[in-house]
């Protein structure tokens, strides 16, 4: 992602053009659904959310320090929205693990799913804190360097809440494993 092609659509931005914005949705709308989808596990929610992130992020665009990454403050929104959301729901309804998959496989598929959706479970049942360093670091990729920009924490901070995270998932899906 070019950090001068964003601080030139920023700009332009700020100027009035609108599809200059276009743009920058169209370049975070994928990572922007995915970060909030990874919060929130359901499709619906991280579309919510990544709608409010982008209104947000156009109603607020005058304060965007550009000092900063693009892709770092409008990863903030998102997770600050996908942490709103989690604030706001009544309770978690876990997946119907009794529905079945439509696509038969062989059993190595069938054995990765049933990882991905255990890790995926465990991933939604730990603190947000946690699941969103997660989140940052193995589902979107960013470096602690960006994590510690989004989420406004020291790296050693980033690196404990990590550590922390990986350790919770491993107890639950020990845990898991041995049921």
């Not at 920023?10 to 743009?23: H, I, P």
């Not at 439509?102 to 598929?109: F, I, L, S």
């Not at 890790?119 to 960006?146: C, F, G, K, T, W």
Request: with cysteine.
């Amino acid at each position: 992602m070019n950090e001068e092609d964003d601080q030139t659509l920023v700009r332009r931005c700020r100027k009035g053009d609108r599809s200059a914005f276009e743009q920058l949705v169209r370049r975070y709308q994928k990572p922007v659904f995915n970060a909030a989808f990874r919060m929130l596990h359901d499709a619906q929610d991280a579309m919510d959310v990544s709608q409010t992130t982008f209104l947000k992020a156009f109603e607020h665009l005058a304060g965007y320090d550009p000092s900063f990454k693009f892709y770092s403050w409008i990863y903030r929104i998102a997770l600050n929205e996908s942490l709103n959301a989690l604030g706001s729901r009544k309770s978690f309804v876990p997946v119907d693990e009794q529905q079945p998959d439509g696509a038969p496989g062989p059993d190595r598929q069938v054995e990765s799913e049933q990882t991905g959706r255990a890790i995926e479970e465990a991933l939604m049942q730990i603190n947000p804190e946690l699941r969103s360093v997660v989140v940052l670091r193995h589902l979107m990729h960013l470096s602690y360097q960006d994590m510690g920009d989004i989420l406004q924490l020291p790296e050693k901070t980033v690196k404990s809440r990590l550590y922390s995270a990986r350790q919770v998932l491993r107890e639950q899906l020990q845990e898991v494993s041995q049921v």
